[in-house]
């Protein structure tokens, strides 16, 4: 069975300064997997994904992640916070399938510091 | 790039009325289609797969009587909530997938009362 943990519900970084959320998986199979970003009363939209080939995964809004099969994570990074970072973000993993269902995270909620 | 909306996009209703909630791919066609619940300020929970032409999977813990799910055609799937309860009181957002990901719908918020 699939799963993911992200390290931290919640977390507060200052205005400017580097993003940094865990993301750990758990999969039998070469996993796909997935950043999720949530507004409040929002639906999903999809930061960034790693499917095959590069491990260095580049999404948008100046958001990146790297695939690293040995630590099993999927870390999410920005170099720079901005105030309209601040949302809760998701970490998903799906076995690779096109039709398969995908596994979320317990979110990490973001805080930007003024 | 593909669009998957969902109507209503908010409901309240009395106890003990059943809610039904609409998926629909609009410019493309999904043979499976996902639904999710979340509580406030929690994850997203797998509910079921929604299979055009069969039926749902539901994953554990789900009741199937409850949740009624009905995949009709390739662009619609409903999710039928019945003798809805406080309790049932949820974000719903339902998914299908495109060429290489996953279209997620805007989501649903149900109130009962």
């Known amino acids: 069975a699939q799963s993911v943990t992200q390290l931290g519900s919640h977390v507060s970084v200052s205005e400017g300064a580097l993003v940094l959320l865990r993301c750990n998986y758990s999969?039998?199979?070469?996993?796909?997997l997935f950043w999720y970003v949530q507004y409040p009363n929002q639906g999903l939209q999809l930061l960034l994904k790693?499917?095959?080939?590069?491990?260095l995964v580049k999404g948008i809004n100046g958001f990146e992640a790297e695939f690293k099969k040995s630590e099993t994570s999927f870390h999410l990074t920005k170099p720079s916070a901005h105030m309209s970072d601040a949302a809760e973000y998701f970490c998903?993993?799906?076995?690779?399938?096109?039709?398969?269902?995908?596994?979320f995270g317990k979110g990490t909620r973001l805080h930007i510091l003024p | 790039g593909a669009v998957v909306s969902q109507h209503p996009s908010r409901v309240i209703c009395k106890s003990g009325t059943s809610v039904k909630i609409e998926c629909r791919s609009l410019d493309f066609q999904a043979t499976t289609m996902f639904w999710y619940r979340q509580f406030p300020k929690q994850s997203l929970m797998l509910m079921a797969t929604?299979?055009?032409?069969?039926?749902?999977?539901?994953e554990q813990g789900v009741e199937k009587d409850k949740f009624l799910i009905n995949h009709a055609s390739l662009t619609l799937s409903t999710l039928t909530v019945t003798s809805a309860h406080p309790e049932d009181s949820s974000f719903y957002i339902c998914?299908?997938?495109?060429?290489?990901?996953?279209?997620f719908g805007p989501g649903t918020r149900l109130t009962v009362l």
């Open positions: 998903a993993v799906s076995e690779g399938n096109r039709d398969d269902k995908i596994i």
């Open positions: 998914s299908a997938p495109g060429s290489n990901e996953q279209f």
């Open positions: 790693y499917t095959t080939g590069a491990t």
């Open positions: 999969s039998s199979v070469p996993p796909y």
């Open positions: 929604s299979n055009e032409g069969s039926k749902a999977t539901y």
